[in-house]
């Protein structure tokens, strides 16, 4: 099982037509839709585009696709009717392109947008808001949090019933953190952040939901032994901590509300585990296997719709989506159903159970005992624990350390690289420059060489000239002096 999310997008319309939103290699972002129990083929919605993008759903069933084309901008496709139209939203300024995880939601006709970036002056990875007010005018981008990608999408947001922003991310801050954020969309500021649990290492996932002034945040811890599965409720500055599931191997999980119960699901090993609330999350039944899996598990998908018999409310969570003999399948609600009644019948023999229960005081009290000297081994190894964590804060310290230096020599190695490119198409350039004058030279001289030949042309033309001159200047002189002597012999006659 692979933690990564949203591969893929499913949007239920009110007509209760399936779209599913994908992309590959090939197609780029394309969508199929659900007929005759089978999806429908490939149609492309934008080819060059980077692997992340956004799936959303407005009140007039128009469907947009927020993406990241190859040249780094932010491009908006809508689906209206049957026709895609396209929009470029930002036209994103930095030397190095690098794939942007997008967030977004619509107020009135407002767009707001959350999408990451590196900030040039820390080289370190940060969220930022932006709102294009009338989907036009840009405001200036703000800061929200700084990010840290020990998760693939380091990030993740949800609307309450009044249309605020919620924020769920993950930062390290000499330990690792899970936080979260509101953004209070009348005022339009962001709240104070919240840290909802910290942990020595990694989460391994992590997903929540909001109901009303209700928060259920759902997240996987690991430690050198076990991981565990930790739901936590938060309503008007209540908070509580309970862990459901715990193993060595633990993959995902997910919320799911539906019908005023509350599922909590995971994968363990090659089966789906899960359980259910029905008192709003504050308590939890216990954990029980749903599905075994031979091979092909589950994977996460984002599910959205607009419901027609609850005044148009938008329900968006996320779902497992199960390859059952080479087909898609869906979680079944009605299973998660099923399980209510079950449970039921099973609380109600357990209570019988416990009424004939007095010959188990005697174990009871033994457990008892047992407990009494672990909470000694507890205080040991608590004693050891405090050593390793000052050990290990100091190496985190310099793991940071190291990072950022790897941070600055990547920035400078990628304004090298695009000094070098820019110098290799300035000498192209200066290359066919300098080809095209030396062929301009070469006909130069060919054209010298021509005027050369006829120039020698013309002086030999002018030498016969100059010869015919003199004879004729020669035979003139003769005539002249021939005649000269005649008429001075007529005159002495």
Request: with cysteine.
């Amino acid at each position: 099982m692979t933690t990564e999310k949203y591969n893929c997008y499913l949007v239920k319309k009110k007509d209760g037509t399936l779209m599913k939103f994908c992309y590959d290699s090939q197609q780029g972002i394309y969508y199929q839709i659900f007929i005759k129990q089978n999806w429908s083929g490939k149609a492309s919605i934008y080819k060059e585009s980077f692997e992340y993008f956004y799936v959303l759903e407005d009140w007039n069933e128009r469907i947009h696709v927020f993406c990241q084309d190859i040249c780094g901008n932010l491009i908006l496709c809508t689906l209206e009717g049957t026709e895609w139209k396209y929009k470029i939203l930002l036209h994103m300024k930095y030397d190095v392109i690098m794939p942007i995880h997008i967030r977004a939601f619509f107020h009135s006709d407002d767009i707001h947008l959350l999408y990451n970036i590196v900030d040039k002056h820390t080289y370190s990875e940060v969220l930022v808001h932006q709102i294009a007010r009338n989907g036009i005018q840009w405001s200036s981008p703000q800061i929200i949090t700084k990010l840290d990608y020990y998760y693939r999408l380091p990030y993740d947001v949800s609307q309450d019933c009044e249309c605020n922003l919620v924020l769920l991310n993950t930062m390290l801050a000499g330990m690792y953190q899970l936080t979260s954020r509101n953004f209070h969309i009348i005022e339009e500021r962001w709240g104070k952040q919240e840290v909802i649990h910290t942990s020595l290492l990694p989460y391994i996932d992590f997903t929540f939901c909001v109901e009303e002034n209700r928060k259920y945040y759902l997240f996987i811890t690991q430690d050198d032994h076990v991981n565990r599965v930790i739901y936590q409720y938060k309503e008007m500055g209540l908070q509580k901590n309970i862990i459901l599931f715990q193993h060595e191997k633990i993959d995902s999980c997910l919320l799911i509300p539906s019908n005023n119960i509350l599922w909590a699901l995971w994968i363990c090993g090659y089966e789906l585990y899960g359980c259910f609330s029905t008192d709003y999350g504050q308590n939890f039944s216990s954990p029980r296997v749903y599905m075994h899996f031979d091979k092909g598990l589950p994977v996460k998908v984002f599910y959205q719709e607009y419901s027609a018999d609850k005044q148009n409310k938008h329900i968006s969570h996320e779902i497992y989506v199960m390859n059952l003999n080479g087909k898609e399948q869906l979680f079944s609600k009605e299973l998660l159903e099923n399980s209510v009644v079950a449970q039921a019948d099973y609380n109600q023999g357990l209570k019988a159970n416990v009424e004939n229960s007095d010959c188990e005081i005697e174990a009871i009290k033994d457990c008892f005992f047992k407990v009494k000297v672990l909470k000694i081994e507890k205080e040991e190894l608590e004693t050891k624990l405090k050593i390793a964590e000052k050990e290990l804060s100091r190496l985190k310290e310099a793991r940071k350390y190291e990072k950022n230096q790897i941070s600055k020599l990547q920035y400078q190695f990628y304004k090298e690289k695009e000094k070098i490119k820019s110098y290799t198409n300035d000498n192209n350039i200066l290359k066919e420059k300098n080809s095209y004058l030396e062929n301009k030279l070469l006909l130069k001289d060919k054209e010298k060489t021509s005027i050369e030949k006829k120039l020698s042309v013309k002086e030999k033309e002018n030498e016969n000239l100059k010869q015919q001159i003199d004879i004729i200047r020669v035979q003139t002189l003769s005539n002249s002096e021939k005649s000269i002597k005649e008429n001075s012999n007529d005159s002495s006659k």
